[in-house]
C-alpha cells in the first residue's frame, strides 16, 4: 500500500483528491492537514478512524510516502519543504511558488534524493493547451493571454496563466508588441505584463477554471482555449503523478514531463 497525506483535504480539491485516494487500488489515505479544522476525529470529516487529522504543520509524525498539496500560495513553500525534509514525495497542486522556491526546493530535493511533481495544472486540456501555445508563439509572436476562475480563487495571475506565458517566452521571437505610446485611462486594464505578454484574469461565480491564449496576425487570428467545467477534470493527472512520483528522481515541474 501507497500511504498517502493530503494537505488542505477539507478544500474544493483537497475533497476529490480524498475521494480519487480512497477510490484507487493500491493506496490508502493516512492523513490530512487544514489549518481551520475544529475537529481531529476523521469521522467528523467522514474518513475512517485510522486517518491523522492535523492542524498544524509542526503536529505532523506521519509514514506517508506522497503528500499531496492543495492548499494556498501563502502555504506550500513550507508544506513542501517539510515534506522533502522527512521523505515524503511531494505531488503538489498549489500554485504561488516563485522561481526561487521552486530552485531552492528542487535542490533540496536532489539533496534529499527525492523526486516529486509540481504541476500547475493536472487538466489533461491546460496541458494541451500550453504545449500548443508555446508551439503557434513561434509563428505568431503577438499573443495576449485571458484566464477565468471562480470567484473564490486567492491568486491571480492563475499558476496555468503564468506557466503559458513562461512557456511563449521562451519560443517567442524577440518582439515589441501593441503601441510603445499607449496609455490607460483606467489603471490595470491592459492586464498583467509579463516580459511583455499580457495576461488578464476574470473572476465569477459559476467559473470553475479556463484559459484563452489569443494570437494576432496580419488579418488573423488564433485562438486557444481550454475548459475545466467541474475539478474532476484535475483527477486524471493527480493519478498519474501519484502513480509515477515514487520512481521519479528528481523535483519535476510540470504534468506533461510524466505523460
Ligand atoms: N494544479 C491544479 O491542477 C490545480 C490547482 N489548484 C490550486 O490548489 C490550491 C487550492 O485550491 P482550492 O482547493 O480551490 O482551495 P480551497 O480554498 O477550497 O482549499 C484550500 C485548503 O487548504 C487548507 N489550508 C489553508 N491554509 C493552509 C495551511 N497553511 N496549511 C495547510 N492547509 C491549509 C484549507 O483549510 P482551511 O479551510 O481549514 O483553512 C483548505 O482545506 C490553489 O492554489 C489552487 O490554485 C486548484 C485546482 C487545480
Ligand atoms: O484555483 C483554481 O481553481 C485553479 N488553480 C490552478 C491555477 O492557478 O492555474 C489550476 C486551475 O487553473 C484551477
Do not use: C
Not at 496563466?161 to 490607460?184: M, W, Y
Not at 505584463?193 to 494576432?216: K, S
Amino acid at each position: 500500500m501507497t500511504k498517502v497525506l493530503i494537505a488542505g483535504f477539507t478544500g474544493a480539491m483537497g475533497q476529490k483528491a480524498v475521494r480519487l485516494v480512497q477510490e484507487s487500488d493500491g493506496y490508502e489515505l493516512v492523513a490530512g492537514l487544514a489549518v481551520g479544522i475544529t475537529s481531529k476525529d476523521p469521522e467528523d470529516y467522514d474518513l475512517p478512524a485510522g486517518v491523522a487529522i492535523y492542524g498544524d504543520l509542526n503536529e505532523i509524525q506521519t509514514d506517508a510516502d506522497i503528500w499531496i498539496d492543495f492548499t494556498l500560495p501563502s502555504a506550500v513553500y513550507a508544506n513542501t519543504k517539510f515534506a522533502i525534509e522527512h521523505g515524503i514525495h511531494p505531488v503538489i497542486g498549489t500554485t504561488g511558488l516563485t522561481d526561487d522556491q521552486v530552485s531552492e526546493l528542487q535542490d533540496l530535493a536532489s539533496a534529499k534524493h527525492l523526486g516529486g511533481l509540481i504541476a500547475p495544472n493536472f487538466g489533461m486540456s491546460a496541458v494541451l493547451l500550453m504545449k500548443f501555445a508555446k508551439e503557434a508563439a513561434k509563428y505568431f509572436p503577438d499573443v495576449e493571454i485571458i484566464e477565468m476562475h471562480h470567484d473564490n480563487k486567492a491568486d491571480a495571475p492563475s499558476g496555468t496563466a503564468l506557466s503559458t506565458a513562461k512557456l511563449i517566452d521562451e519560443v517567442r521571437p524577440e518582439h515589441e508588441q501593441g503601441n510603445p505610446d499607449e496609455t490607460e485611462s483606467l489603471s490595470g486594464v491592459r492586464g498583467g505584463d509579463y516580459h511583455g505578454i499580457h495576461i488578464h484574469a476574470v473572476r465569477l461565480p459559476g467559473y470553475v477554471a479556463h484559459e484563452q491564449v489569443l494570437f494576432g496576425g496580419p488579418g488573423e487570428a488564433l485562438t486557444i482555449r481550454q475548459d475545466s467545467f467541474d475539478r474532476q477534470s484535475f483527477m486524471t493527472g493527480v493519478k498519474v503523478a501519484m502513480d509515477h512520483v515514487l520512481d521519479l528522481k528528481e523535483l519535476v515541474v510540470g504534468l506533461e514531463n510524466l505523460l
